[in-house]
């Protein structure tokens, strides 16, 4: 399982790596193994604001629909254009090509209710 260290996380199994004020949002290893072939997924778009723990978009594998948890509150600067059309992706780099969204942090106090990387392992084990 492919936990990388210089990213933050929650519960719902998204990860973040913050740059400046921007945060890089996407779905964990973890996240992917469980849900199977990725189909489809639903983003919100440039310029939506999305708030800490509600959703902000779903994910639709063979085998199931989920949402999609906000691990912080901002606007969206940027939206990964590749998983319109090749949601796969996601599966095979879930941490690289398969970012989902880019924000703008907009209470950069939240990113201390994510979890380390260690207490994420530790939440999936």
């Not at 973040?16 to 189909?39: F, H, K, N, R, S």
């Not at 778009?45 to 199931?64: H, L």
């Not at 949402?67 to 319109?84: H, S, Y």
Request: charged fraction near 25%.
């Amino acid at each position: 399982m492919n936990v990388p260290k210089e990213l933050l996380y929650t519960e719902e199994h998204e990860w973040v790596l913050v740059e400046d004020d921007v945060a890089t949002i996407g779905i964990t290893d973890y996240a992917q193994g469980e849900l199977g072939d990725i189909v489809f997924v639903e983003l919100p778009a440039v310029e939506d604001e999305i708030k800490q723990m509600e959703p902000f978009g779903t994910i639709e594998a063979v085998k199931a629909v989920s949402d999609l948890f906000a691990p912080i509150t901002g606007t969206v600067v940027e939206v990964n254009a590749l998983l319109e059309d090749q949601p796969e992706i996601i599966n095979t780099s879930p941490y690289n090509d398969g970012w989902m969204i880019k924000v703008k942090l907009a209470n950069p106090s939240e990113l201390d209710s994510l979890m380390s990387a260690e207490a994420y392992t530790q939440h999936i084990s």
